[in-house]
T-cell receptor, first 115, second 114 residues
């Protein structure tokens, strides 16, 4: 596709349920990032993929959060047993990730509301 | 913790005035980037300045980088109401393990009044 695509655009879930957020990066982009943004706040780094491996998972807030990437393409971020504090916009970005060409292209995000 | 710190947190100006936003960071970087965000959704890349560059221009945008002070500034000249948005700096830094990571600051909310 022409840009980074995220789905769903909005998700309302009940506390305790699991949710899965999807990111389709730009074709050929080896680097993929997930960030979390609470209302009025900056971007909180969650996890970074280079290809299908995740050299940096340091930002995942707890073991309820996990992410995977397959085929150097689609990535899914899974939140288990959601809590109200998980409510935020989850942003995905991809970049070429090499040669200093590290401009990141962002999707429109998934707004997660835990009720 | 985040790498970058922007100031001010919020800036309110009149159309036609210049807007200056600053960013400080902590570690050595490969490059520094500025992004714009409207309405709390996807960010749009504005400009990238490499660690060996000191100044860069793009249209009404001017970015400076001082690696000795670990700081950068973004100047928007002749601002317009359409420039109203949040602006974020992001540092691209090397990490052990041979990869780069983009870390964002908390952002500056700019309001340009007609």
């Amino acid at each position: 596709g022409a840009g980074v695509s995220q789905s769903p655009s909005n998700k309302v879930t009940e506390k305790g349920k699991d949710v899965e957020l999807r990111c389709d990066p730009i074709s050929g982009h080896t680097a993929l990032y997930w960030y979390r943004q609470r209302l009025g706040q900056g971007l909180e780094f969650l996890i970074y993929f280079q290809g299908n491996s995740a050299p940096d998972k340091s930002g995942l807030p707890s073991d309820r959060f996990s992410a995977e990437r397959t085929g150097e393409s689609v990535s899914t971020l899974t939140i288990q047993r959601t809590q109200q504090e998980d409510s935020a916009v989850y942003l995905c970005a991809s970049s070429l990730g090499r040669g200093g060409n590290t401009e990141a292209f962002f999707g429109q995000g998934t707004r997660l509301t835990v009720v | 913790s985040q790498q970058g710190e922007e100031d001010p947190q919020a800036l309110s100006i009149q159309e036609g005035e210049n807007a200056t936003m600053n960013c400080s960071y902590k570690t050595s970087i490969n490059n520094l980037q500025w992004y714009r965000q409207n309405s709390g959704r996807g960010l749009v890349h504005l400009i990238l300045i490499r660690s060996n560059e000191r100044e860069k221009h793009s249209g009404r945008l001017r970015v400076t980088l001082d690696t000795s002070k670990k700081s950068s500034s973004l100047l928007i000249t002749a601002s317009r109401a359409a420039d109203t948005a949040s602006y974020f700096c992001a540092t691209d830094a090397y990490f052990s393990g041979g990869y780069n990571k983009l870390i964002f600051g908390a952002g500056t909310r700019l309001a340009v009044h007609p």
